[in-house]
């Protein structure tokens, strides 16, 4: 054996000594022995803790099923509608006179229309029926109304609009709460005063009503405003007010997790070495931030692109003829500061049921995957 009790060496009620055969100088001791495995053991190194994070995120079923669900919501959003419009050979802009009957009811799903852009009247002013040879083009979801638009490629395009809504005000929400929260939360005294009570104050009234009101106003400046087809006139207005006016719910996230790691030993470290404090914000705060914008911006994109259909129902959103969720509902229901417009004339049922379904999926799968990632961050408060 590799080693042994000698109870000579010692009394019985005194410390156990072992050590190695002396008798036997062939037999190796216990830490010999031991460094000998640890020598020939193969080295595994320690894995980095976004690896760990993203390991526990793909192993989650839910996670993995909300991510594919809102990847397919992105790929059809911004990908759908032109290859649809390749397929079928027109756009979401053409308009299809025959695409609605003598009542100006669009064509249900699954319609091959004509594509005659021609209109012949008969003498009571009625439309008389297309030429027999006419070409015709398939509406897999039919018309969206008495224009005769093709409903599938507005759906798609108003996927595009209404995630660009919310991306593009999440981004100005982080533009606006990153810097003001790393100073409240860092510096405290007057700076954490006055902007607490700033966004206090902005807290106080009623969110709807501010962008109601911003908009109105600011909205003949700012409205026109667009990247032709890419950003649609309209989306960087309601990306900038709705992102302008829900920045302090992540500035309080972010300055009351500041407040907290102001006082780790790592920054007290930062500073004995005589870094200033925006150095100290920049390398060492920023990064602990990154996990908590990561599942704050999911929840708020989801948020905001909800606010942009609020908005246009009210009829203060994006620009009527510009295709968003929002609008498309609009276009069915009437807006509070027009009820006869669209009020369910010369719509279907399904004309509110495809953009909703849309937003429903897109709302749910990113409320999924925020919940998702705040459990692999943080899998000790699950």
Not at 11 to 22: A, K, V
Not at 227 to 252: C, D, E, K
Request: charged fraction near 15%; include cysteine; charge should be neutral.
């Amino acid at each position: 054996m590799a080693a042994f009790f000698d109870p000579g060496t010692a009394p019985r009620d005194g410390p156990i000594e072992w050590s190695g055969d002396q008798g036997h100088p062939d037999v190796p001791s216990i830490v010999t022995a031991v460094t000998a495995v640890e020598r020939d053991a193969p080295r595994v190194a320690p894995r980095a803790a976004w690896k760990l994070t993203l390991g526990r995120f793909l192993s989650d079923r839910a996670a993995v099923a909300s991510l594919v669900a809102f990847a397919s919501v992105l790929f059809a959003s911004f990908a759908g509608g032109p290859i649809v419009s390749a397929i079928v050979g027109h756009n979401g802009f053409e308009q299809f006179p025959y695409a609605t009957n003598i009542n100006l009811d669009p064509s249900g799903v699954w319609s091959h229309v004509p594509t005659t852009q021609q209109v012949h009247l008969d003498q009571y002013g009625l439309i008389l029926p297309p030429p027999k040879n006419a070409p015709r083009t398939l509406m897999v979801l039919g018309a969206d109304g008495p224009l005769g638009r093709d409903e599938l490629i507005r759906v798609l395009d108003g996927g595009k609009a209404s995630i660009e809504v919310g991306v593009f005000a999440v981004l100005i929400s982080a533009l606006i709460a990153v810097p003001l929260g790393c100073l409240a939360g860092f510096y405290g005294g007057k700076v954490d005063a006055l902007v607490s009570r700033l966004t206090e104050w902005v807290m106080a009234f009623p969110l709807i009503l501010f962008l109601v009101f911003a908009t109105v106003h600011l909205g003949p400046t700012l409205r026109p405003i667009g990247w032709g087809n890419h950003i649609p006139a309209g989306v960087p207005m309601v990306a900038l007010l709705v992102g302008a006016f829900t920045s302090f719910y992540p500035l309080r996230l972010i300055r009351a997790q500041l407040l907290t790691l102001r006082n780790a030993e790592f920054v007290d470290a930062s500073r004995m070495v005589g870094a200033s404090g925006l150095r100290i914000i920049r390398r060492d705060l920023l990064p602990h931030l990154v996990p908590t914008l990561l599942v704050w911006g999911a929840v708020a994109v989801a948020t905001d692109m909800l606010l942009e259909v609020g908005l246009s129902v009210i009829g203060v959103g994006v620009q009527s003829s510009t295709a968003t969720w929002g609008t498309l509902l609009a276009q069915t229901t009437g807006t509070i500061y027009n009820p006869g417009f669209g009020a369910g004339v010369h719509h279907t049922t399904w004309h509110t049921v495809w953009p909703t379904l849309a937003i429903l999926v897109s709302v749910i799968s990113l409320n999924q995957l925020s919940e998702s990632m705040r459990r692999a961050i943080e899998p000790w408060r699950r």
